[in-house]
């Protein structure tokens, strides 16, 4: 940067954009429409057969001792005692555990793993065949949204509220219809919802109602109930 000036662009930044042509910028970026679109077929293909399932977040740094691990375990193996089916992001921690309770509940076990360059790795207790990988984020958000009849968010990190947050605001703005979404650690989650009030709420950002599209619990049970009372009342079926 020339001093003084600080939106004066770099000429080093102008030359890398000369390096390349636009042609060859376009028709890299076309190609790779055809690598989405191939995870999206490989992904309709395969969650199209599962069945109703619920989703479960929480973060992949969560030890095998830590009580939340042991109550996710709980709350999958309830959920596959209610007819549905299990899925996780397919990693460590939470997402191990969503896996586990699946499989100790004869559920289906379905694990959406996503290539990081750290700490996501395949856990041993997705089904056979239910281990798809991804490379793209916003391919696996698909999955995770058309195929869930629910949410269960246990805590996490930077990716389990990018999860919630995708999921509230697709139902917010009426692109899916409601499903259930269940918060789980009411400790954990009392400073962003009194954020939510405080803040968002408070400045018009959001709604009232909008403060209704999730349920706060502490237990396997209340977690599981909220699930089962919601389609106690209307029918299940893929969300868009």
């Known amino acids: 940067m020339v001093a003084g000036n600080p939106f004066e662009i770099d000429q080093k930044v102008q030359n890398s954009f000369k390096e390349k042509t636009w042609d060859e910028t376009v028709t890299?970026?076309?190609?790779m429409v055809f690598k989405i679109m191939a995870e999206f077929v490989d992904g309709y293909e395969k969650?199209?057969?599962?069945?109703p399932c619920v989703s479960i977040f929480g973060s992949a740094r969560t030890k095998q001792d830590d009580p939340q691990y042991l109550l996710a375990t709980e709350i999958a193996e309830k959920i596959t005692e209610i007819g549905f089916g299990v899925i996780t992001g397919g990693g460590p921690g939470i997402m191990?555990?969503?896996n586990k309770g699946a499989h100790q509940g004869g559920g289906k076990s379905i694990g959406l793993n996503i290539d990081l360059p750290f700490e996501q790795h395949f856990n041993p207790f997705i089904?056979?065949?239910y281990n798809i990988d991804f490379d793209y984020f916003f391919v696996r958000k698909v999955m995770?949204?058309?195929?869930?009849?629910?949410?269960?968010?246990?805590?996490?990190?930077?990716?389990t509220l990018d999860e919630l947050?995708?999921?509230?605001?697709l139902i917010q703005t009426h692109k899916i219809g409601r499903f259930p979404i269940v918060l789980v650690g009411s400790k954990f989650w009392s400073g962003l919802l009194d954020w939510f009030r405080g803040t968002l709420l408070e400045n018009g950002m959001i709604s009232e109602t909008n403060l209704d599209l999730y349920r706060v619990v502490d237990t396997a049970d209340e977690a599981v109930s909220h699930i089962k009372a919601f389609?106690?009342?209307?029918?299940v079926d893929v969300n868009f």
């Open 165 to 169: 947050m995708e999921a509230l605001t």
């Open 47 to 51: 969650m199209a057969k599962i069945g």
């Open 144 to 159: 995770f949204v058309k195929y869930s009849q629910g949410f269960i968010v246990m805590p996490g990190g930077f990716g």
């Open 28 to 31: 890299k970026d076309s190609w």
């Open 96 to 98: 191990e555990a969503g």
């Open 127 to 129: 089904d056979k065949g």
């Open 231 to 235: 389609y106690d009342k209307y029918s």
